[in-house]
């Protein structure tokens, strides 16, 4: 690729991988060699709306791995493929394939925890362990009355094709149930909004109008295959997140083998935004482990 086929706005430090069946992703790795064949890197997958730069914090902080965070399909600056079928969890190891990286750890957020998830129930020879914060599977099942609200709140702006209304719902999940947006860090709410505006205007409604955006194919029988996955989970929950979203992380480290449950105070959905010395602390701390 040259750089004259580069979004204008592509980021110089963010490569382009060729992910085949024209799929290019979005993948920014720290240091920017090569892991070495001796370490097996962490790999960095944000949540919904948002891209790679969710985890500026974590890229930052001398984890004593290398680093490699993603643009998921139809995020940052993946392109989706139009009626392509996909799922997230294929989509990580392509990008693994196109690295010549042969296993790596999965952390992921919301989305990218169930994205984790998944690759490792479907390629589990790809996968050395994993940390899922704020999800559980890509089968969530949502009965909190706040939930609930939410969800339906995104789906009126959508069907009402009001970016502004999307945006305002999109970000109250960053104060959660138990708080006003005003209590959140200023700039947390900014680097959320400005990273959904972007999914929004790139991948949503585009130039040539609104788009209807291919949906992941399902991974099925998710939550009952859970008992199966055999590599370390570490589920993290921000203590002032929803009940479904604190839910689904306890239920998916009652069923994992090899797992335990870690509650960062004082952040609801985002903790590696919100809390990301504890956060990444506590990733740390989940490294270590490993290699005890």
């Given at each position: 690729?040259?750089?004259?086929?580069?979004?204008?706005?592509?980021?110089?430090?963010?490569?382009?991988?060729?992910?085949?069946?024209?799929?290019?992703?979005?993948?920014?790795?720290?240091?920017?060699?090569?892991?070495?064949?001796?370490?097996?890197?962490?790999?960095?997958?944000?949540?919904?709306?948002?891209?790679?730069?969710?985890?500026?914090?974590?890229?930052?902080?001398?984890?004593?791995?290398?680093?490699?965070?993603?643009?998921?399909?139809?995020?940052?600056?993946?392109?989706?493929?139009r009626d392509a079928a996909f799922r997230h969890g294929d989509d990580v190891v392509a990008a693994l394939d196109a690295l010549h990286v042969d296993r790596a750890l999965l952390v992921g957020?919301?989305?990218?925890?169930?994205?984790?998830?998944?690759?490792?129930?479907?390629?589990?020879?790809?996968?050395?362990?994993?940390?899922?914060?704020?999800?559980?599977?890509?089968?969530?099942?949502?009965?909190?009355?706040?939930?609930?609200e939410q969800l339906d709140a995104q789906r009126r702006a959508a069907e009402n094709l009001d970016p502004e209304a999307w945006i305002r719902t999109a970000l109250q999940f960053a104060a959660?149930?138990?708080?006003?947006?005003?209590?959140?860090?200023?700039?947390?709410?900014?680097?959320?909004?400005?990273?959904?505006?972007?999914?929004?205007?790139?991948?949503?409604?585009?130039?040539?109008?609104?788009?209807?955006?291919?949906?992941?194919?399902?991974?099925?029988?998710?939550?009952?295959?859970?008992?199966?996955?055999?590599?370390?989970?570490?589920?993290?929950?921000?203590?002032?997140?929803?009940?479904?979203?604190?839910?689904?992380?306890?239920?998916?480290?009652?069923?994992?083998?090899?797992?335990?449950?870690?509650?960062?105070?004082?952040?609801?959905?985002?903790?590696?935004?919100?809390?990301?010395?504890?956060?990444?602390?506590?990733?740390?701390?989940?490294?270590?482990?490993?290699?005890?």
């Amino acid at each position: 690729m040259t750089q004259d086929e580069r979004p204008a706005d592509t980021p110089s430090d963010l490569q382009l991988l060729d992910a085949g069946d024209g799929l290019r992703i979005g993948c920014l790795r720290h240091p920017p060699e090569s892991p070495a064949d001796d370490a097996t890197p962490v790999v960095l997958l944000h949540g919904g709306g948002l891209d790679h730069r969710m985890w500026r914090r974590q890229l930052d902080a001398g984890l004593p791995r290398p680093l490699i965070a993603l643009d998921a399909r139809g995020h940052g600056w993946t392109e989706a493929p139009r009626d392509a079928a996909f799922r997230h969890g294929d989509d990580v190891v392509a990008a693994l394939d196109a690295l010549h990286v042969d296993r790596a750890l999965l952390v992921g957020l919301s989305m990218g925890a169930a994205t984790a998830v998944d690759a490792g129930l479907e390629h589990p020879d790809r996968v050395a362990g994993i940390v899922a914060c704020g999800a559980g599977t890509s089968e969530p099942t949502f009965s909190d009355p706040w939930m609930l609200e939410q969800l339906d709140a995104q789906r009126r702006a959508a069907e009402n094709l009001d970016p502004e209304a999307w945006i305002r719902t999109a970000l109250q999940f960053a104060a959660g149930p138990h708080r006003e947006l005003a209590a959140v860090d200023a700039e947390v709410v900014a680097e959320l909004e400005t990273m959904l505006r972007r999914t929004l205007s790139v991948h949503i409604v585009g130039q040539d109008g609104p788009r209807a955006p291919t949906p992941a194919t399902p991974v099925q029988d998710t939550w009952e295959r859970l008992g199966g996955l055999q590599v370390p989970v570490l589920g993290v929950v921000g203590s002032l997140d929803a009940d479904d979203h604190l839910r689904m992380v306890g239920e998916l480290v009652d069923r994992c083998p090899r797992a335990r449950l870690v509650t960062v105070d004082a952040a609801a959905h985002y903790p590696p935004l919100e809390r990301p010395e504890e956060f990444t602390a506590t990733l740390r701390e989940f490294l270590a482990a490993l290699e005890a």
